[in-house]
């Protein structure tokens, strides 16, 4: 075997060793993400549980429905006797900046820059479906609102005022607020009876909801 090749070998084996590290710190990456997510989501999820143990509400977490010929996913539906509130939860850390109006929010951690859906869209979309899931089971004069959560410790949001974006310890606040103390009058059955009643249960549905997502997020 000559130099040359010789040569050539070694640097093909260095691309290939410098290809598989990248590769492994990327999936590691993603792994941890996804960690992060279900943590958050489980964070609030508890939070949420807590609520309707001493009210008598429901709560419905992870919850997959139909759109148009898709599926979407649902972090937490909270049903109480003041209406309806449909959480997005999200595992962002650093600092996040957006607007109702802006269609990618930007988080920045470190040196690192990343650009996001609004989560605010995002969750307009399930807001949008549990109204028309209402309409179509005759169920009128329920309050159905969203919030969007920032499961995070490690987060700092720069949004205007008054939009319906927290911080986890913002969100453990707003839930002691009168308003959600109020009794509207909802039929907390009814209503979760309705929204269960419309829930993909398809395994092959959910499968391609999550690769699209997972696509999606690279």
Same mark, same amino acid.
């Given at each position: 075997m000559?130099?040359t090749?010789i040569?050539a070998?070694?640097i093909?084996?260095?691309i =290939?060793?410098?290809?598989?590290?990248?590769?492994a710190?990327?999936r590691?990456?993603k792994n941890?993400?996804?960690?992060?997510?279900?943590?958050?989501e489980?964070?609030?999820?508890?939070?949420l549980?807590?609520?309707a143990?001493?009210r008598?509400?429901?709560? =419905?977490?992870?919850?997959?429905?139909?759109?148009?010929e898709?599926?979407t996913?649902?972090?937490h539906?909270?049903?109480?006797p003041?209406g309806?509130m449909?959480?997005?939860?999200k595992?962002?850390?650093?600092?996040?900046y957006?607007n109702?109006?802006?269609?990618?929010?930007?988080?920045v951690a470190?040196e690192?820059r990343?650009?996001?859906?609004?989560?605010?869209?995002?969750?307009?979309?399930?807001l949008?479906?549990?109204?028309?899931?209402f309409?179509?089971?005759?169920?009128?004069?329920?309050?159905v609102?969203g919030?969007?959560?920032?499961?995070e410790?490690?987060?700092?949001?720069y949004?205007p005022?008054?939009?319906?974006?927290?911080?986890?310890?913002q969100?453990?606040?707003? =839930?002691?607020?009168?308003?959600?103390?109020a009794?509207n009058k909802v039929?907390?059955?009814k209503?979760?009876?309705?929204?269960?009643?419309?829930?993909?249960?398809?395994?092959?549905?959910?499968?391609?909801?999550?690769?699209?997502?997972k696509?999606?997020?690279g």
């Amino acid at each position: 075997m000559d130099t040359t090749t010789i040569i050539a070998l070694s640097i093909s084996g260095g691309i =290939l060793a410098i290809a598989a590290i990248v590769y492994a710190i990327v999936r590691r990456k993603k792994n941890h993400i996804k960690k992060l997510g279900k943590k958050g989501e489980k964070k609030v999820q508890k939070v949420l549980n807590k609520f309707a143990r001493f009210r008598e509400a429901k709560v =419905l977490h992870d919850i997959y429905l139909p759109l148009y010929e898709n599926t979407t996913q649902i972090d937490h539906i909270l049903i109480a006797p003041f209406g309806v509130m449909v959480i997005e939860t999200k595992n962002w850390i650093g600092e996040v900046y957006g607007n109702p109006a802006e269609e990618q929010w930007l988080q920045v951690a470190g040196e690192d820059r990343n650009k996001h859906y609004n989560p605010l869209m995002q969750n307009k979309t399930h807001l949008d479906n549990i109204r028309h899931i209402f309409k179509k089971a005759n169920i009128y004069r329920v309050s159905v609102e969203g919030a969007v959560v920032f499961a995070e410790r490690k987060c700092d949001l720069y949004c205007p005022r008054g939009v319906p974006v927290y911080t986890f310890k913002q969100f453990k606040k707003l =839930l002691k607020k009168p308003a959600y103390e109020a009794d509207n009058k909802v039929d907390v059955e009814k209503v979760a009876n309705a929204i269960l009643s419309q829930q993909v249960t398809d395994k092959k549905k959910i499968a391609n909801h999550v690769k699209a997502i997972k696509k999606m997020h690279g």
